[in-house]
Nanobody, 122 residues
Framework: VQLQASGGGLVQAGGSLRLSCAAS????????MGWFRQSPGKEREFVGVIRWGAGTTIYADSAKGRFTISRDKAKNTVFLQMNSLKPEDTAVYYC????????????????WGQGTLVTVSS
């Protein structure tokens, strides 16, 4: 499976962005697609994840109420809608596929996209 993330850019605080992650190859209902982010000097952190089959989601506390993950199974694409963006959301955002299911453990994600940079200006 190959993942291609897109949609990053520069946005002012309070604004919105929608990231996309298109997958080539088969994604099974038992799989999950997650979003992580990494800021300079920091470790990669979990943002949220969606169960491919059920479509249910789990979010990090930092994302709850502001970010929404969805997927389009027909297009093999997962989305991260980010609203009310803050400067601290500035990071490279990565999508990943977890064949074990939905969790926040990045070591269990076996496929990763190349990352897309989100910069939020104050």
């Amino acid at each position: 499976v190959q993942l291609q993330a897109s949609g990053g850019g520069l946005v002012q605080a309070g604004g919105s962005l929608r990231l996309s992650c298109a997958a080539s190859g088969r994604i099974f209902s038992s799989h999950a697609m997650g979003w992580f982010r990494q800021s300079p000097g920091k470790e990669r952190e979990f943002v949220g994840v969606i169960r491919w089959g059920a479509g249910t989601t789990i979010y990090a506390d930092s994302a709850k109420g502001r970010f929404t993950i969805s997927r389009d199974k027909a297009k093999n694409t997962v989305f991260l809608q980010m609203n009310s963006l803050k400067p601290e959301d500035t990071a490279v955002y990565y999508c990943g596929l977890n064949p074990r299911g939905a969790n926040s453990y990045d070591r269990e994600y076996t496929f990763w996209g190349q990352g897309t940079l989100v910069t939020v200006s104050s």
